[in-house]
């Protein structure tokens, strides 16, 4: 399958600090990257969708001020976590769908990065 | 608003096919069903999806009611690198040709020796 790239895999930055993970589809291009947060023993939880050129789209509750996204190029997503807190840790996990028609013939597929872990001291 | 139900946990043994179930009753007619899984402490891994045919590739099944209101997710012969939480998800319409997943709990199966 097609490979998600995020960068840091682990983050540890203190409180009031911003911080950048990064999201890269190394062998597809992706119009559309989507961002979700998982905490401990729970499910993922999707925070935005972002589209490459224009502004993201963010989801019920979550605050587009405090979690940055740019979609520059077809092949990178960044998110920025402003003024972060200790309830910010988490595990931050990317994805990009893939352009090209599966081997269904219809849908698209997502794929998803490994994961990036920010601890908020 | 997952549209998803699964059991919460399900246990098999290793080499024996696992069968996980997923309700998904109120799908509409051009909405996927794919299948994710996620072991822990690392990104969801895409396994295989589907509109309404059943679907085989190298790592699993995917059989679809001829209703479409629940698919059974196969893995062949499992092994333990096979334990994991399995996301049935229904995708969703976001927008335009926009589609988002969005996850539910999952089930865990866990393949014992």
């Known amino acids: 399958g097609a490979v998600v790239s995020q960068h840091p895999s682990r983050v540890i930055c203190k409180s009031g600090t911003s911080v950048k993970i990064e999201c890269r589809s190394l062998d597809f291009q992706a119009t559309t990257m989507f961002w979700y947060r998982q905490f401990p023993k729970q499910s993922l939880m999707l925070m935005a969708t972002?589209?490459?050129?224009?502004?993201?789209?963010?989801e019920q509750g979550v605050e587009k001020d405090k979690f940055l996204i740019n979609h520059a190029s077809l092949t990178l997503s960044t998110l920025t976590v402003t003024s972060a807190h200790p309830e910010d840790s988490s595990f931050y996990i990317c994805?990009?769908?893939?352009?090209?028609?599966?081997?269904?013939?219809?849908?698209?597929?997502?794929?998803f990065g490994e994961g990036s872990w920010l601890t908020v001291v | 608003d997952a549209k998803t139900t699964q059991p919460t946990s399900m246990d098999c043994a290793e080499g024996r096919a696992a069968n996980l179930p997923c309700n998904h009753s109120?799908?509409?007619?051009?909405?996927?069903v794919y299948w994710y899984r996620q072991i822990h402490s690392q990104g969801p891994q895409y396994i295989i999806h589907?509109?309404?045919n059943n679907e085989t590739n190298e790592m699993a099944s995917l059989i679809i009611t001829e209703d479409r209101k629940s698919s059974t997710l196969i893995l062949p012969h499992a092994t333990l690198r096979d334990t994991a939480v399995y996301y049935c998800?229904?995708?969703?319409?976001?927008?335009?040709?926009?589609?988002?997943?969005?996850f539910g709990k999952g089930t865990l199966l866990t393949v014992n020796p």
């Open positions: 109120t799908i509409s007619g051009n909405e996927y």
């Open positions: 589907g509109l309404k």
């Open positions: 998800i229904v995708r969703v319409r976001s927008g335009g040709s926009n589609y988002k997943l969005t």
């Open positions: 994805s990009a769908r893939d352009l090209l028609i599966s081997g269904t013939g219809h849908g698209n597929t997502i794929y």
């Open positions: 972002s589209n490459e050129g224009s502004k993201a789209t963010y």
